[in-house]
């Protein structure tokens, strides 16, 4: 028997593979493909079942496109209607895999069709489920992304804790959770740095699986949910509905263009310019309006949360070798039209003399000093409400990046302002998308928070 967890940090998300005397299958993969592929022909095993344990809004899986390619069966719990071939199990179904056995418990409440699969060992043991985002280490499934009807999210969490107690609290304590997500994901509230854990030392720690009664725990799970970003119901219903082959994905944005084939596009395309480099690399100099998203962050999520179009069309600077990696990360989170990337990145568009843009960076002791001097200075702290609130600049506004498309016009666009946020990329984030929208005088703190809280600025918590 074989289970591998194979977590994708920017995502903070996890896929498995699970392998057994030459079967094999696979637990809410990403759109890349290959990477499963591989894995089963190294085992000299054959894909047997892709199982979804519900429709994710986070990111695209690759169900899709690793059935056509491996024959597997997709599988889905019950309630669940794709507009793809798929197998839609009733609660309690059974499937084999080599000599392992995978059961089907219908566990609705992050969403209708939630699933959790019960695998239990060659001996006929229980030994771990895969959770989905019905239970998280330290965590459990937001309820509100998947209302249906009348029902409420405080419905969904009373079905939530319905499923929780009546299919998984009654395992053994010493059956492995594996879920979904990992700390840094927006589908919950307190996920855990560890991605697994026994079920038993859940019930201990778990705040929701605490919770004294039905009500107390509707109360603690729908408090300070904070809104779902924009992607998350159209990367449901690409997961419901099918979408664009990957490999067309990956033909299509990795079109090398030199600069003025790359400035010709932008100027017919109206394509939004992403840059995906450092933010202080970055900040010495870009192509005039384009957006900074850094890959050395959570790119996807960004990307995601704030180009409100899935069908925008998207040219790309990267460092040199990074155009690969950015399509993919671009098509996991739904963003599957990139047509084209700067060959020879900033480097092409320095030696052929195409204008460049800077953001300005001081030091937060530069930072400090001009806050001292006595006139009033603007500043943005665009880190989340929760940050916030835990501590600042007592000069500094809240204005956080997430919902940058909402306050923008607040701005004004002849003034100055200084931004930072914990450490430094989501305020590049902020600078660039304000200086691509006519916002000429815009400062970024470097180091952010960290480095401020430093220096002998007034702070208020």
């Known amino acids: 028997m074989k289970i591998e967890q194979i977590y994708t940090g920017c995502l903070a998300e996890a896929a498995y593979y699970i392998e057994s005397n030459g079967e094999a299958a696979i637990i809410d993969p990403l759109r890349e493909v290959a990477p499963y592929l591989r894995k089963a022909e190294k085992d000299t095993a054959v894909i047997k079942y892709i199982f979804e344990t519900h429709f994710h809004a986070d990111f695209v899986s690759g169900h899709v ?134 079920l038993g030392h859940q019930k201990e720690v778990n705040y929701a699986l605490k919770a004294g009664s039905k009500a107390q725990f509707i109360k603690e799970v729908t408090e300070g949910i904070l809104p779902p970003p924009q992607y998350f119901a159209k990367n449901a219903a690409m997961n419901k509905h099918g979408y664009e082959p990957f490999d067309e994905v990956y033909e299509k944005g990795l079109k090398p263009l030199d600069p003025s084939e790359f400035e010709a596009m932008a100027n017919a395309s109206g394509a939004q310019l992403l840059d995906t480099r450092d933010p202080q690399v970055f900040a010495a100099g870009f192509v005039p309006s384009s957006v900074n998203i850094g890959l050395n962050g959570q790119f996807a999520p960004w990307v995601g949360a704030l180009i409100t179009d899935l069908k925008q069309p998207l040219l790309l600077i990267t460092e040199p070798g990074k155009e690969e990696e950015t399509i993919t990360r671009l098509a996991r989170v739904g963003y599957d039209n990139a047509i084209g990337y700067l060959a020879g990145g900033i480097v092409a568009w320095q030696i052929a003399e195409k204008a460049l843009d800077t953001v300005s960076s001081i030091s937060a002791e530069e930072f400090e000093q001009r806050a001292n001097e006595g006139a009033a200075i603007k500043v943005l702290d665009v880190r989340k409400p929760g940050e916030y609130d835990a501590g600042h600049l007592d000069i500094a506004m809240s204005r956080p990046l997430d919902y940058i498309n909402d306050w923008t016009g607040e701005i004004d666009q002849k003034a100055t302002y200084y931004i930072h946020c914990a450490g430094g990329y989501r305020s590049m984030v902020a600078a660039s998308i304000l200086k691509a929208r006519g916002v000429e005088h815009v400062v970024d703190v470097i180091g952010g928070y960290a480095a401020i809280k430093n220096t002998g600025l007034k702070l208020f918590c």
């Open 65 to 198: 496109d690793l059935a056509e390619k491996s024959g597997a069966e997709i599988v889905y719990g019950p309630t669940a209607i794709t507009s793809f071939k798929s197998h839609i199990a009733r609660d309690g179904e059974q499937f084999k895999v080599g000599d392992l056995t995978i059961t089907v418990l219908h566990t609705p409440g992050h969403t209708p069709e939630s699933t959790t699969y019960l695998l239990h060992d060659k001996q006929h043991k229980p030994y771990c489920i895969f959770t989905g985002d019905t239970l998280f280490i330290g965590d459990v499934g937001r309820p509100d992304l998947a209302q249906q009807g009348d029902l409420t999210e405080e419905d969904m969490a009373g079905a939530l804790y319905d499923s929780l107690q009546n299919k998984l609290l009654t395992l053994p304590d010493d059956v492995l959770v594996y879920p979904a997500h990992g700390a840094g994901s927006a589908c919950g509230k307190h996920m855990s740095k560890e991605t697994f854990d026994t």
